[in-house]
């Protein structure tokens, strides 16, 4: 049996361990673990009488680790103090040996800490300072050296200085792989991700982000909330605040578990920027209030003064909203007052924005003088400046043209502020990248078409004018050409896996068992399915908006309607034979909400045994609705029409709106288009291939017993039953040129790419179509809704139907709302027995629609 330990040496082996756990929180990102652990080896510690040369250099490695978890949990000012007190313990050492290169460890710990305050000169300074000296003074110095080069990269990016930050940040990664450092590998790359969003490449971000979090789930995984955070930055500069709010309310938990206050803070402030995208301003005001606390607490100034500027920012969006807010005087002056502070402490950008905040309100006070001289001392942006604040300062620059009575400069800006979001969109990688952008520049574009708008009540040229800045504003995600995807192993696994489980979830339910634990893990590899196709390769080729010319060239006989909504009223620009009119069509909110009641008629209309008695009164309804939508909107667009075809940009809240239903188009070829450019890219389409039946499980009736249509095509490709598998399905789609599709499905709002048909291995998903190499021509979806689109800012659709299109397909049938299964059957009949001689696909539809518009809520997107 051993001898027991001497008490001074059991003293020296208690704190070593807990030194070293406290270090391994600290690393792992949880600090407030730490400074407990670390508090532990403290007291015992300074318990001991005289301790030897050991335990003073485990004093003061204690001390130095205690100091920045300190700060992260406490304030700055406590980890600084510990520090000191390290540098005192340091000082009772010997000279030379662990002396001097602790002497190195004290400057490098306050780097951290000046960084974590916003004290980003003083950071430099000490890393400047202790980097020589690293490797003559440090033995195994390759740790040690990896972390300061990333501590100083992340200063450099501070700082604006992305050059420098890059050189840092490649010599880290080399040296890390090198030396075989694993969690400084993935901090390296989670670093690069911060370069790569500092530059505005969202997607290099995000790819390394990921790159960063496969690493680091096992290496340190509470760093993951931290990349969360990460990646939520980089979606609100994508212009997705409801997906950034989702990472952050994932993060956030974590974060607090962790205990790093600074951390909870930061999340704070991102996580106000992303309810301020989605437009709740009291939320985004209660996030940034409860940030710019913590860091007052924690004595952080830089910080505080950030999160100050997100409340402000919060009050003054409520304003400008005309959410019943009033602007004061005291609100610009207190906002210029803070631009100056942020100047002060090196944060150019965001001095411009409280200033260019200040500009919005002088303005709105109509006090234009005071107005032109704050805007004056706005600096012009920098190649670093993020979207955002660039389409705020033309936004800002087009107001005071309009103040001023300039409007052709306030168009100039609109027209420079769009032209420069396009560029930036044209880098962005998945189709939700590329439509998200579109929110930076709402607010330009609705002051573009508000002058516009002016001007085309006066005339023709008026309203030419107007349609062509119609078509900069919207729907541009559809003037894209797919690129080939690049495929990417760990994506594919996750919606195989998804698949799986979307099976599972339906058995469990037709057997009574419960699936919320299979419904989180859904959930779980939906997002991160989300994250990998936000990188793994550029949606498009950009091409260019389509002219007037070009327009009118291709309609030839046909009659398009671009729906724009003004001052609570909706307006038609209508394109006839090379003319422009603009005509006045009615209360919006009218329209709008006449449209969804017929929506909710129409749905309750849909079983096919409904009572009878039900069916007349629900009927009648749907008809009075049907008939006060055709005398606002389509009656007066069709006098002139003859038996022409219509093609119609709806608003958003119209998209849903079943077209064929309104009496005066009864039996009218009529295409849904997001734009005319959408429309003449659809219409150069054409592939000449096989037809393909195919049909999902579970279909009821005849709608679903898709072999009966070899009557109508004998040599279709006919898929069902059991080989109607996804992967079958989706092979089949490529160079296809009629497609009809039988299948449930369903519609997701939250994440349109992820709407889906029910195959019988699981679920098709709008995302996986997306990229085939010859999509389908035309498609029939005959049995659900998922013509159903969500519509982003920009009038940006996606859904099942409008991935398709994106995707390079020409038209999409299907239904905006439900339908019963006779309906249906008796709809597809129809309509096949026209498309299988020669019917243009947008006639097919309307004569088979005609027969029982109320019951077959149809529409034609693309070129019909």
């Keep these: 049996m051993s001898a027991p330990l001497p008490v001074l040496d059991r003293v020296t082996a208690a704190a070593t361990d807990l030194v070293r756990r406290g270090r391994a929180a600290a690393s792992d990102q949880r600090p407030a673990v730490a400074v407990r652990l670390l508090r532990q080896s403290l007291s015992l510690i300074t318990r001991t009488a005289e301790p030897g040369p050991e335990l003073l250099v485990l004093h003061t490695r204690a001390l130095i680790s205690l100091a920045a978890a300190e700060a992260e949990v406490t304030s700055t000012e406590a980890g600084l103090a510990h520090l000191q007190a390290a540098e005192t313990a340091r000082l009772r050492l010997p000279e030379g040996g662990l002396r001097g290169e602790l002497r190195l460890i004290v400057i490098i710990q306050r780097g951290v800490i000046f960084m974590r305050a916003g004290r980003f000169r003083e950071s430099l300074a000490a890393y400047d300072t202790v980097l020589p000296g690293i490797e003559a003074e440090i033995h195994d110095n390759g740790f040690i050296l990896v972390s300061v080069l990333n501590n100083r990269a992340l200063v450099h990016m501070a700082m604006n200085n992305p050059d420098a930050a890059q050189a840092d940040l490649n010599h880290a990664l080399a040296l890390a792989v090198d030396h075989g450092h694993p969690r400084l590998e993935g901090k390296t790359r989670q670093n690069l991700g911060d370069h790569a969003q500092l530059v505005g490449d969202v997607p290099q971000a995000l790819s390394s982000y990921e790159q960063a979090a496969r690493i680091l789930t096992t290496e340190s995984p509470g760093s993951l909330p931290l990349i969360r955070l990460d990646q939520a930055r980089a979606l609100l500069t994508a212009g997705l605040g409801e997906e950034a709010a989702r990472h952050l309310d994932e993060a956030l938990p974590a974060l607090r578990d962790n205990g790093s206050g600074q951390h909870i803070a930061e999340a704070e402030v991102a ?13 985004a005001r209660k996030f940034a209030s409860d940030a710019r606390r913590r860091f007052l607490r924690r004595g952080n100034r830089t910080w505080a003064e950030i999160a100050g500027l997100a409340r402000l920012r919060a009050d003054v969006h409520k304003i400008l909203s005309g959410d019943g807010a009033k602007s004061s005087p005291r609100l610009p002056k207190e906002l210029v007052s803070l631009a100056e502070r942020l100047a002060g402490l090196g944060l150019r950008d965001e001095a411009a924005v409280a200033r260019l905040l200040a500009v919005r309100l002088l303005l709105r006070r109509n006090e234009v003088e005071e107005a032109t001289a704050v805007l004056a001392r706005v600096p012009k942006p920098r190649a670093t400046t993020p979207v955002d604040h660039r389409m705020l300062l033309r936004l800002c620059r087009a107001e005071l043209a309009v103040a001023t009575d300039r409007p052709r400069s306030a168009l100039a800006q609109a027209r420079a502020g769009l032209r420069e979001l396009g560029m930036i969109r044209d880098r962005m990688g998945g189709l939700d990248l590329v439509c998200g952008t579109a929110v930076h520049g709402e607010e330009l574009g609705r002051l573009a078409m508000r002058l516009v708008l002016r001007r085309a009540r006066r005339n023709a040229a008026g309203a030419r004018r107007m349609f062509a800045w119609l078509e900069r504003t919207r729907a541009q995600v559809y003037r894209y050409e797919p690129l080939p995807v690049i495929e990417d192993p760990v994506l594919a696994r996750n919606i195989t896996e998804m698949r799986h489980i979307q099976r599972m979830i339906q058995r469990a339910r037709l057997e009574g068992e419960p699936v919320k634990a299979l419904e989180q893990r859904y959930t779980h590899l939906q997002q991160e399915a989300s994250r990998l196709g936000w990188y793994t390769s550029q949606w498009g080729r950009p091409r260019p908006v389509a002219t007037p010319d070009e327009v009118v060239e291709q309609l030839g006989e046909r009659v398009l309607v671009s729906l724009v909504p003004y001052n609570s009223q909706l307006y038609s620009v209508v394109v006839d034979r090379g003319t422009f009119r603009l005509l006045k069509l009615g209360p919006l909110a009218d329209i709008v909400e006449t449209a969804t009641q017929l929506h909710a008629d129409l749905d309750a209309l849909a079983p096919d045994l409904l009572p009878l008695p039900l069916a007349e009164a629900v009927g009648a309804s749907a008809r009075v609705r049907a008939d006060k939508l055709d005398r606002l909107i389509s009656a007066s667009l069709v006098k002139t029409l003859d038996d022409r075809e219509l093609v119609i940009v709806p608003i958003g809240q119209l998209y849903a709106l079943p077209w064929g239903a309104l009496p005066s188009l009864r039996g009218r070829a009529v295409s849904i288009a997001p734009s005319a450019t959408a429309w003449i890219t659809a219409k150069r389409r054409t592939t000449e291939g096989p037809v393909l039946l195919a049909g ?33 399905v989706l092979a089949a789609l490529d160079g296809t040129r009629l497609a009809h599709l039988v299948a449930h499905g369903a519609h997701e709002p939250a994440n349109a790419l992820f ?28 049995a659900c809704e998922l013509a159903m689109s969500h519509i982003r800012p920009g009038e940006e659709a996606l859904g099942f139907a409008g991935t398709l299109l994106a995707g390079g397909s020409r038209t999409v049938i299907g239904a905006v709302a439900r339908v019963g299964d006779r309906a249906a059957a008796d709809t597809m009949a129809d309509l096949h027995r026209r498309l299988s001689t020669g019917t243009p696909p947008a006639l097919a539809l309307a004569e088979a629609i005609a027969i029982d518009p109320l019951r077959r809520p149809f529409v034609c997107l693309g070129a019909g």
Excluded: I, M, N, W
Aim: charged share 25%; net charge negative.
């Design 755 to 782: 709407s889906r048909l029910e195959l019988v291995d699981g679920p098709l998903f709008a995302h996986e179509t997306a990229r085939l190499a010859r999509p389908p021509e035309s498609v029939v979806l005959a």
């Design 696 to 728: 999902g499980p579970g279909v009821p009736g005849s709608v679903g017993e898709v072999s009966k249509l070899r009557s109508v095509y004998p040599d279709a490709r006919l898929v069902d039953g059991d080989d109607a598998t996804s992967q079958a």
């Design 271 to 283: 996580r106000a920027a992303a309810a301020l995208l989605e437009g709740d301003f009291a939320l």
